[in-house]
């Protein structure tokens, strides 16, 4: 059975019609000459002959139409069913049946009769070797297109449902091959398989996943899953599954974010009391239920959660693990990002120091010890600056000569970042003005990264008062963001707000107080209304009504951010102090005593 699936695979695409232009070139003549008598060879039982004949025409085709083509793929096809008459052919022939199916899908789409022959061969390996979840995930694929190309009764989706019955009964999965039977029968009888129990039905979600199913056709199945088992009050793993693909499926629109949020907080806590602590699935959910409350804003909860991500890395892979060093990181961030800048520098301390000790990721080492600076600069401490500036000078020395544009490029604002924050400003002008140069050459004049070195050199120069230098910069930088992601992105929301502060540097009011509001409306359509963003350019706007000595607007302004900061940040946050000693300032100058 799974020689034959090779058999079909190589002989159809072996009639492909060869383009034009190649019909007379000579490797081509060669390579058709020298595969044909592979297949000779092979119907004759001389296997080693038809080996190398197959090797040959793979290598000639390839000479001729470069890697991916389909004649190599028919060569390659040829080799792999010559390899299944050797010791351990299964496991040889697999890459290149895995080569195979790349190559097809590249060319002729995903949905190509070929495409199926190859996922067969890719199944044959896969069982051949034992590989039981490759097999049926490469057959569920095949059922599925046999299915969309000729429909619920095709003969070919019946024969492969029947190859599926088989690898999940082999691989050890009874009830998941009675599904297969039972689907195979409809398929004979002509009929659509409609589950009946709440396990067939989580049995053909499973089914629908590893076939890559879109969302719509994912949605009501597992929506109906889960009212099933809701009304039989049974909180199984099934039920996890069912609330975590929703979560995955509601959170790709911000509308129903809160939504994917509630059902991802149940199926971890479904996860973790149905499995071991150690399951992957428990960390896996867990993951995501720490990503969604990020996205909602939810500070304080997503702190507890990657805490309890960190933890579960380090049982599961140890303490001094990657996975642990990002989990340690991105806990450090977040702590950062709600102003408790004592908890985060020991979280971005072990990160990088599990980095050092394991001598990966020197860029990553670069940039964790960019932020820890960062947060002891601001808590006092300025004795990292040169254990900074050290790492900086190392990273570019040690960086590849093939290494990326946006590698070179991060250390090297990282390192005008902090000669400006030690004030070598004319350093970190000429830094800026090369990781400028560098870009443009390699991306374009116009590219999304060059956005970034325009603004934090346009930064560097405002604080320098060299408003008309810093103008055009800002500009340019606008003008991409706007190209790239549109007018309501944060990212051009945070350039309004620098063009904005420019504007009230150089006393135009107006001007300025037009900025902030089209920042502010660019904020409020890209992200949730208590984002710290959005709250900081409430407050810059009321600073500047305060000054202007509009104070019952900056009130209302000042009031209002300090409202969603008490609520997402909590009473100790640095950013509450300011809106409370702006506020005092107002009342004072309103005489509001």
Aim: net charge negative.
């Amino acid at each position: 059975i799974l020689v034959s699936l090779f058999c079909s695979a190589s002989a159809f695409a072996a009639e492909e019609e060869l383009p034009e232009k190649l019909k007379d070139a000579p490797e081509v003549a060669q390579a058709q000459a020298a595969y044909q008598r592979g297949v000779a060879a092979l119907q004759q039982g001389q296997v080693d002959l038809a080996l190398t004949e197959a090797s040959a025409a793979a290598t000639l085709f390839e000479a001729a139409q470069g890697p991916d083509s389909i004649y190599v793929c028919s060569a390659l096809d040829l080799k792999a069913n010559a390899l299944l008459y050797k010791p351990g052919g299964y496991a040889n022939a697999l890459p290149l049946a895995q080569r195979c199916l790349a190559v097809r899908e590249k060319i002729l789409g995903p949905h190509h009769p070929y495409v199926a022959m190859s996922l067969e061969s890719v199944a044959a390996c896969s069982m051949g070797t034992q590989r039981w979840d490759d097999a049926t995930a490469a057959l569920e694929r095949v059922s599925a297109l046999y299915q969309k190309l000729g429909g619920e009764g095709d003969a070919r989706r019946v024969a492969a449902l029947g190859h599926l019955a088989d690898a999940y009964q082999m691989g050890g999965k009874k009830d998941r091959a009675d599904q297969a039977r039972a689907r195979q029968k409809a398929a004979q009888e002509g009929k659509v398989f409609l589950p009946s129990t709440a396990r067939e039905l989580a049995l053909l979600g499973e089914g629908m996943l590893s076939r890559g199913e879109p969302c719509q056709a994912l949605m009501p199945v597992y929506t109906r899953l889960q009212a099933m088992l809701d009304k039989q009050k049974k909180e199984n793993q099934d039920l996890a599954l069912a609330l975590d693909v929703q979560a995955s499926c509601l959170e790709r629109d911000a509308a129903t974010l809160p939504k994917a949020l509630e059902a991802m907080r149940r199926a971890a806590a479904l996860y973790a009391r149905v499995l071991k602590e150690t399951d992957p699935a428990v960390l896996k959910a867990m993951e995501k239920y720490a990503r969604l409350a990020e996205a909602s804003n939810l500070v304080e909860e997503a702190v507890v959660l990657r805490g309890k991500v960190l933890d579960l890395n380090t049982k599961l892979f140890g303490a001094d693990s990657l996975p642990v060093a990002m989990a340690a990181a991105r806990l450090g961030t977040l702590h950062k990002d709600r102003g408790a800048l004592a908890q985060a520098v020991p979280f971005i301390q072990r990160a990088r120091t599990i980095l050092e000790k394991r001598g990966e990721d020197v860029l990553g080492q670069a940039r964790l010890l960019s932020t820890e600076g960062e947060l002891r600069r601001e808590m006092g401490d300025y004795a990292v600056f040169e254990e900074r500036r050290v790492v900086f000078t190392y990273c570019l020395e040690t960086l590849p000569p093939n290494d990326t544009v946006a590698d070179r490029a991060s250390v090297l604002q990282n390192q005008a970042l902090l000669l400006k924050q030690t004030g070598v400003l004319d350093q970190a002008e000429k830094q800026y003005l090369q990781v400028i140069a560098m870009e443009e050459q390699a991306l374009g004049a116009d590219a999304l990264e060059l956005s970034y070195p325009l603004n934090n050199l346009a930064e560097l120069l405002r604080d320098q008062a060299r408003f008309p230098e810093a103008a055009p910069l800002y500009e340019r930088c606008l003008n991409i963001r706007l190209k790239h992601v549109g007018h309501d992105h944060p990212l051009t929301a945070t350039v309004l707000q620098n063009k904005a502060l420019l504007a009230w540097d150089q006393r135009n009011e107006e001007e300025a107080a037009a900025l902030f509001d089209e920042a502010i409306a660019a904020y409020e359509a890209s992200v949730p209304a208590d984002h710290p963003l959005l709250n900081n350019t409430r407050r810059n706007l009321a600073v500047m009504l305060r000054l202007r000595g509009d104070w019952p607007q900056a009130e209302a302004l000042l009031q209002r951010a300090l409202d969603v900061e008490l609520k997402s940040l909590g009473p100790d946050h640095p950013w509450i102090a300011v809106s409370r000693t702006q506020l005092g300032l107002l009342y004072m100058e309103w005489n509001h005593l």
